[in-house]
């Protein structure tokens, strides 16, 4: 029996696949569960949808990851570190999701790459590949910048998740009803503190109001409907995410009231001839985050963990 | 194959244990929810993550796979099933007296919801959470996050102790 007891044991130990540390062998996360689609579903809208989900929580998780060692206080950085473990969870149900929908999103690496399909989606794919909204990239600036991102984010996922749950796609419902518990917590944390930051000093105030500021302009987006999820909804499989701005804006006026705060109005950050993250445009800092969060899969491709 | 053979992968795939608090059995957690033998030998044992992003699950599969190779059975395939969601409802009456023994705070009833949207908890609800070592009713929540997803940090007023309460979820 393998010794849990001691994290070194495992280094030392092969196990039967010939792999250097213990429960290191990525099997599929969807072995064994049913992914059979109804007929009238579109595959290809399917795949675009759930990368757009999974990269959503893809990006979010890489950006709290980025605070461990960093966090003002280690109980906030063990709290985004579970944030974004439970969102890369998510992310990596969602990639394999869209490669078994359809395997032509999987860039292909090499005829001998030992790389999984959602691996070879997070790790192998260009900037302009992936379709997250732009909020998820946001670089994460100050605590406060980052909780009200979080705010904004997991307010937003939560009202579309809830709605995915009776999603015809018993994969996406399957992941929507165990994501809904989680982001319940994830909302209630960062509403938490950014009702403390804007009740708190004239120092926690100005960086909440600041921190607003900056984020806002990437609200719009997110309900912003694309052509696949405008498809998967009429047939029931997924959401049109304007049906969710009512409680996004009803809750996120909760919180803000709560932490004696406005929110801002106007400014809207740009799109380029209608295009923005869901269509592969995004800010100059994702690039600067996939360069971190791919250098070691794409320098060995052959790699096995 | 007879019942006593099937009834034996069933107990050794129910003795595995969760790499994260070992002193639960998978079947203790809940998360273990079928096991099946056939005629071939093969073994055929579902089970369903705790949380999505569980670094566990990985660990749990290989220990399953081992001990079942390891006492006598073929093939093993671990399938995952994602629905019906795991729940801290299914943590055994056995696991819990285990996790209090262990200096744990056990979960009380999951969270349910009837209709309408999830509701916005501003304000820490405060859990009846007693502290495992010296059972003061007088705990503070430090943390809604701790050492590993399942877990939040609590410290006792009384006799000054931190410990993990296994959140409801």
Not at chain 1, 18 to 23: E, H, P, S, V
Not at chain 2, 97 to 120: F, Q
């Amino acid at each position: 029996m393998t010794d849990h007891d001691n994290a070194y044991e495992g280094l030392v130990d092969e196990d039967s696949h010939g792999q250097w540390a213990f429960g290191t062998s990525f099997d599929d996360p969807l072995a064994g569960v049913d992914t059979t689609v109804p007929e009238d579903v579109d595959l290809s809208a399917l795949a675009g949808y759930c990368l757009m989900l999974g990269d959503d929580a893809l990006i979010s998780s890489q950006r709290l990851a980025e605070w461990s060692t960093r966090a003002p206080e280690l109980e906030e950085e063990v709290a985004l570190a579970n944030v974004g473990l439970d969102l890369l969870g998510q992310a990596r149900l969602l990639l394999a999701r869209a490669a078994a929908a359809d395997a032509s999103v999987v860039p292909y690496i090499s005829d001998t790459s030992p790389v999984p399909a959602e691996d070879a989606l997070a790790f192998f794919r260009d900037e302009n590949r992936f379709r997250n909204t732009r909020l998820a990239e946001l670089d994460n600036g100050d605590f406060a910048q980052s909780i009200t991102r979080l705010l904004v984010f997991s307010t937003w996922r939560l009202a579309l998740f809830d709605r995915l749950r009776t999603s015809r796609d018993p994969v996406l419902a399957a992941v929507a009803v165990k994501g809904v518990k989680e982001l319940t917590y994830h909302r209630d944390y960062a509403a938490r503190w950014v009702v403390t930051l804007g009740c708190g000093t004239e120092e926690s105030k100005t960086r909440m109001a600041a921190a607003l500021t900056h984020v806002w302009p990437f609200v719009e987006e997110l309900f912003v409907p694309t052509t696949e999820e405008l498809a998967l909804a009429a047939v029931g499989v997924g959401v049109d995410p304007r049906d969710v701005r009512e409680e996004f804006d009803s809750v996120l006026e909760q919180v803000l009231h709560a932490a004696e705060l406005t929110a801002p109005t106007g400014r809207t950050v740009g799109t380029v001839g209608g295009r923005a993250g869901r269509q592969g445009l995004h800010t100059e800092a994702l690039g600067l985050l996939l360069a971190e969060m791919q250098s070691v899969a794409r320098a060995h491709p052959e790699g096995v963990w | 194959m007879t019942t006593a053979v099937r009834s034996d992968a069933r107990r050794l795939a129910e003795s595995v244990l969760d790499p994260e608090m070992p002193m639960l059995t998978l079947a203790d957690l809940g998360v273990l929810r079928d096991v099946e033998e056939y005629a071939d030998g093969s073994v055929v044992v579902t089970i369903t993550p705790t949380y999505s992003g569980c670094p566990a699950m990985a660990t749990m599969r290989d220990d399953i796979e081992h001990t079942l190779q390891d006492a006598g059975f073929g093939s093993v395939e671990v399938r995952t099933v994602l629905s019906p969601p795991w729940s801290t409802d299914w943590i055994s009456e056995n696991g819990r007296r285990k996790l209090r023994e262990n200096g744990y705070s056990t979960p009380g009833p999951a969270p349910r919801r009837a209709s309408g949207p999830v509701p916005l908890t501003l304000t820490v609800k405060p859990r009846p959470v007693a502290c495992p070592k010296c059972n003061s009713a007088n705990t503070r929540l430090d943390s809604e996050f701790g050492a590993t997803l399942c877990k939040a940090l609590y410290r006792c007023l009384d006799c000054l102790e931190p410990f993990d309460h296994v959140k409801e979820i």
